[in-house]
């Protein structure tokens, strides 16, 4: 059974940062393209960041562009989404996720993130 576990959410001030972990089991890892979306209160799920097997096809959102890092460890099956200079409007609940095809296939329960202001 797939299951993808989200860590790391909390309660950060404006500018501050935050690491985000997921680990995944019950897949072959290195065959899945990892993600990361968000979604904030009232608002639709949005991508965030995604990254393939290899390190370097990381792809992210406008929104958080030079201030999101993917990376992934694939010897430990799990992804990260190091989030430097918050803001306020990044509050939300982040989740992973995971494809092999075209579709995400499978989540995570989600990790909230907020930030103040």
């Known amino acids: 059974q797939v299951q993808l576990v989200e860590s790391g959410g909390g309660l950060v001030q404006a500018g501050g940062s935050l690491r985000l972990s997921c680990a995944a089991s019950?897949?072959?890892?290195?065959?899945?393209?990892m993600g990361w979306f968000r979604q904030a209160p009232g608002k639709e799920r949005e991508f965030v960041a995604s990254?393939?097997?290899?390190?370097?096809?990381?792809y992210y959102a406008d929104s958080v562009k030079g201030r999101f890092t993917a990376s992934r460890d694939n010897a430990k099956n799990t992804v990260f989404l190091q989030m430097n200079s918050l803001r306020p409007e990044d509050t939300a609940v982040y989740y992973c996720?995971?494809?092999?095809?075209?579709?995400?296939?499978?989540w995570g329960q989600g990790t909230q993130v907020t930030v103040s202001s």
């Open positions: 019950g897949l072959t890892f290195s065959s899945y393209t």
């Open positions: 990254i393939r097997w290899s390190e370097g096809s990381a």
């Open positions: 996720a995971g494809r092999r095809g075209l579709l995400w296939d499978c």
